[in-house]
């Protein structure tokens, strides 16, 4: 049995055959999942999948990307929605220095802002990273964000930073990446995180693991992630399966149903 622990079923991707996704899942015995939602659209429909669906549960909060449009008002209503009872986590929510959508300044205020919502709300967070790491962590460790814990999710950057994120009580999620030919950083991370702080996810629809590269990604295929990392660490993948879902139960607060 897989957890998929961040998966946006909730993006127009899936607007045409989402039930089917979901049950093509299920089959593959990926039978837990976390929708994430990132803006105003995205994230009442999180929440309506993990209403309608008993093994599916949501996470709140805003992408950095779309920082810039981020409201008071938005962080009110996250905060509201933390409190219902399919929400597991607040985010995603982080640092996209990819993307120049939203300026460096306005995304580091809009994040702190997320980590204190967190806080006042005791839950963790999901971390959303793309080419940001150094200015992720400092943030992290001034907002004192191991009071809440969280996910690295997709991690992608250099074995050397996972120390600090796992002093701050993180996880790290691994995803396609992992998988892919010419990907060094993600291998090296899967074989040196402590097993319980280990995390499987998709993010799909984005980031489809080989042999599946560059297709519509969907949360079935968390499968192949968890195959690649017992490959990698030398473990079967029953016990990267079992360990990867019991970390998720823990840091989600959810127990087997
Ligand atoms: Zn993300
Ligand atoms: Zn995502």
Redesign the pocket.
């Known amino acids: 049995m897989l957890f998929d622990t ?1 998966v946006h079923l909730n993006a127009r991707q899936f607007i045409e055959d989402r039930d089917e996704t979901i049950k093509r899942a299920f089959d593959a015995n990926v039978k837990y999942m976390t929708v ?1 939602g ?1 803006d105003r659209e995205t994230i009442p429909l999180a929440i309506e999948i993990a209403e309608q669906n008993e093994t599916i549960y949501a996470a709140v909060g805003w ?1 950095p990307v779309d920082a810039i449009d981020m409201t008071d008002e938005d962080l009110r209503w996250i905060e509201e929605l933390s409190s219902h009872p399919k929400v597991v986590a607040i985010g ?1 929510m ?1 640092l996209d220095y990819h993307w120049d959508k939203s300026p460096k300044g306005i995304q580091k205020d809009v994040f702190r802002k997320q980590i204190q919502l967190a806080k006042k709300v005791n839950m963790p967070i999901i971390i ?1 990273n ?1 080419e940001a790491t150094e200015d992720i962590i400092q943030i992290l460790q001034e907002e004192n964000a191991e009071e809440v814990g969280g996910i690295m ?2 991690y992608n950057d250099s074995v050397d930073y996972v120390e600090a994120c796992l002093d701050m009580n993180f996880y790290i999620s691994l995803g396609g990446p992992v998988t892919f030919k010419n990907a060094p950083l993600p291998k090296e991370v899967a074989k040196q995180v402590p097993a319980d702080r280990l995390l499987v996810e998709t ?1 799909a629809p984005f980031l489809a693991p080989h042999p599946n590269r560059g297709k519509r990604n969907e949360p079935a295929y968390v499968k192949l992630v968890a195959e690649k990392i017992a490959e990698l660490r030398g473990v079967s993948f029953e016990e990267i399966s079992q360990i990867t879902t019991n970390n998720a139960f823990r840091f989600f607060g959810i127990s087997e149903t």
Do not use: I, L, M, N
Request: hydrophobic share 20%; aromatic share 10%; proline share 0%.
């Open positions: 961040h994430v990132f992408h995603e982080g959303h793309r999710h997709c993010d």
